[in-house]
């Protein structure tokens, strides 16, 4: 059972919502999407997600990519070993990056 911070404790709100960060960690997350209409914007966006699977970025936001998932090709690969390993999912064309840092982000048309 999670114990709420309270005044009688002498602490605040925020820094009982500090430990409870501490305790049970934080994640956060954001949608970020583009809208490229008609023939020319599906053209593009399929250059873009080839570009993303053909030429993988090393590194994102000074945080290395470690795995790459590859929805499509139904395979992980680990790139520091370059080990991979098959994905038991439908495929699709996705894109998922994961980071050294532990955040991650994926790429769909």
């Known amino acids: 059972m999670i114990?709420?911070?309270?005044?009688q404790q002498g602490i605040t709100l925020y820094d009982g919502l500090i430990q409870l960060y501490e305790t049970y960690s934080y994640s956060k997350e954001a949608l970020t999407f583009?809208?490229?209409k008609g023939k020319d914007g599906a053209k593009q966006?399929?250059?873009?997600?080839?570009q993303f699977r053909e030429h993988p970025p090393a590194e994102i936001a000074d945080a290395a990519v470690e795995t790459i998932e590859?929805?499509?090709s139904g395979k992980r690969t680990e790139l520091l070993t370059?080990?991979?390993e098959v994905i038991d999912l439908p495929s699709s064309n996705v894109?998922?990056?994961w980071l050294q840092d532990g955040s991650w982000?994926?790429?769909r048309p």
Do not use: E
């Not at 114990?3 to 005044?7: A, Q, R, T």
């Open 3 to 7: 114990k709420m911070p309270s005044k």
């Open 34 to 36: 583009f809208i490229l």
């Open 45 to 50: 966006i399929s250059r873009i997600v080839k």
């Open 70 to 72: 590859d929805y499509q």
């Open 82 to 84: 370059a080990q991979q």
């Open 95 to 97: 894109l998922k990056f």
């Open 105 to 107: 982000f994926a790429i």
